[in-house]
Structure formats: structure tokens, C-alpha cells
């Protein structure tokens, strides 16, 4: 789940509630208060509209062609849709441990049923990631209940188990809220159990930062081919590229020539 709000002081309901908005033509998920969850745009419901989705879709500057992608949280199933969307040869399995977010999903939000290509699983992201080791190549991690971030989802056991569950090359695409008081620790787990070969893009609209480790080397680290790759891969994906390579200076070591890692 995503905590995506320019505060946390929505008004709260029922931790276990499901709650669903509609305004100027973009459907919301909020889950135990009025913070965004999830957003679709009904006319276009593949399109990412928030802008901390379209960050985590980062790894693609470094694995371009996704395959076999494994999501721990569903909300209101943009990135799962998108994928499929845009990646006819992917296959995507979500993990969700709320059923009335995986009913909403369906119901309200336009998550297929029938995709043969898409699995829902109703379960613990934890155990499932630790029983299924090297199946995946991209690893989406979005872990927010009500008003935080998971603590089960961000423990260095989890991440090495994330890094485990990846094909060597994989790519771990983790949502953090840069506000959190823990955020500093969470990164740091990240980059000990991926040797550093870790690189943040904070999102268009602050608060929220991608995370993206790899199982191995960071594959591209110069700005002129991380560049190349992004203007290749703008048409098809629809995502600002560019810019986002522009970003990856702002919480990145980096020289005038690439990014140090």
C-alpha cells in the first residue's frame, strides 16, 4: 500500500476500512483514513497518475524488459494493470494481505480477474517472498498500512529475502516516505544487504522515494547512457524518463559523468 498524502492528518476511520472516492474523473482507494492509497483515472485506467507510481516504474533505466514480476501490496492495482498494459510478454503475481483491497481492486478499480497473466494471492507478503526464492526478476515492494510504513516490510531479513527471491541482474523497486523518521534506517538495510549497489529517485511530488537495489552490479551508471536508455524508452512506456535521470542527482553520489556506486 502507498501512503501518499501531503500530511497524515486525514481523518481517520476503522483500521480495516475500505474506503472509496471519486473526483474529477480519478477514482481513489484510502484504507483506514482519507490518505490517497491508490488513484485511477476512469477515461484511462492504465495510466499512473500518481507521480510516486511512475518513480517506482524507475527500474526500468536499469532492467528495461521486465519478465517475471512479483508485487507485495495490490491498493487499487495501477502498477499491476500498467505492467500488463505496456509489457505484453511480463507476467505479474501480487501478494495482498487485506481481502477487501483485493475486492475493490476488482470491483471498482478494473483489475481483471481473468488475465492469464496476472495472479492476486491473498497472503503474507513476508512468507511468500521467503518461500519462493529466484522467482522473480522485478521485486515491488509498496508496504503501507493507514499511516506508515510496514515494519514487517522493511526489516534487513525482509530485504535479504527480497535479494533472494531475485534473479541474479534482478531488481528490487521499493516505496518509502522520505518523512518517516525510520527512513534513513530502511535505505541503510537496503544498501548492506545489496553491497551499495542501491539508487533512490526521489518522486515528482514530495514525500515518497523509489528505491531500486540490484542482485549484482548496477548495470548503467553513466549519464549518457542512462539518457540514451531513457529516450528509448519514453514512447513506449509513457513515463518521463528523462526526467527522471535528471532526479537521480538529487540523492545519489554522483560526478559530472555518472552515478558513484
Same mark, same amino acid.
Given at each position: ?5 501531503? #500530511? @497524515?492528518?486525514? @481523518? ?6 475500505? /474506503? ?6 480519478? &477514482?481513489?482507494? %484510502? ?20 507521480? =510516486? ?19 507485495? $501490496?495490490? $491498493?487499487?492495482? #495501477?502498477? +499491476?494493470? =500498467? ?14 494481505? %487485506?481481502?477487501?483491497?483485493? +475486492?475493490?481492486?476488482? +470491483? ?19 512468507? /511468500?517472498?521467503?518461500?519462493?526464492? $529466484? ?27 527480497? @535479494?533472494? +527471491? ?6 528490487? !523497486?521499493?516505496?518509502?516516505?522520505? *518523512?518517516?523518521? &525510520? ?11 545489496? !553491497? ?8 515528482? &511530488? ?39 535521470? $535528471? @532526479? ?6 554522483? *560526478? ?6
Amino acid at each position: 500500500m502507498a501512503l501518499f498524502s501531503g #500530511s @497524515r492528518g486525514g @481523518r481517520t476511520r476503522g483500521a480495516d476500512e475500505v /474506503h472509496v472516492s471519486e473526483k474529477a474523473g480519478i &477514482r481513489y482507494l %484510502h484504507l483506514g483514513s482519507d490518505t490517497v492509497q491508490s488513484a485511477m483515472r476512469i477515461a484511462a485506467p492504465h495510466e499512473l497518475v500518481l507521480s =510516486y507510481t511512475r518513480a517506482m516504474m524507475g527500474f526500468l533505466l536499469f532492467h528495461p524488459e521486465p519478465r517475471h514480476v512479483l508485487m507485495i $501490496g495490490l $491498493g487499487g492495482g #495501477s502498477l +499491476a494493470k =500498467y505492467l500488463l498494459h505496456t509489457f505484453p510478454s511480463a507476467s505479474v503475481t501480487v501478494v495482498e494481505n %487485506h481481502p477487501r483491497v483485493i +475486492a475493490a481492486a476488482h +470491483a471498482q478499480f478494473m483489475v481483471p480477474r481473468d488475465d492469464p497473466r496476472l495472479s492476486v494471492l491473498l497472503g503474507d507478503g513476508v512468507s /511468500h517472498v521467503r518461500a519462493y526464492p $529466484g522467482c522473480c526478476d522485478v521485486l515491488m515492494v509498496d508496504g503501507f498500512d493507514a499511516q506508515s510504513q510496514v515494519e514487517a516490510l522493511a526489516t534487513e531479513d525482509f530485504y535479504d529475502q527480497c @535479494r533472494l +527471491a531475485l534473479e541474479p541482474g534482478g531488481v528490487l !523497486s521499493v516505496n518509502l516516505w522520505s *518523512s518517516d523518521s &525510520r527512513f534513513d534506517t530502511f535505505l541503510q538495510r537496503i544498501e548492506r544487504v545489496f !553491497s551499495g549497489q542501491v539508487v533512490c529517485l526521489p518522486a515528482e &511530488r514530495k514525500g515518497n522515494v523509489a528505491v531500486f537495489a540490484v542482485r549484482g552490479r548496477v548495470p548503467v551508471t553513466r549519464w549518457d547512457r542512462l539518457r540514451e536508455r531513457a529516450r528509448a524508452l519514453e514512447p513506449a512506456t509513457g513515463l518521463e524518463l528523462l526526467q527522471f535521470v $535528471g @532526479r537521480l542527482g538529487e540523492l545519489n553520489p554522483h *560526478s559530472e559523468h555518472r552515478l558513484l556506486l
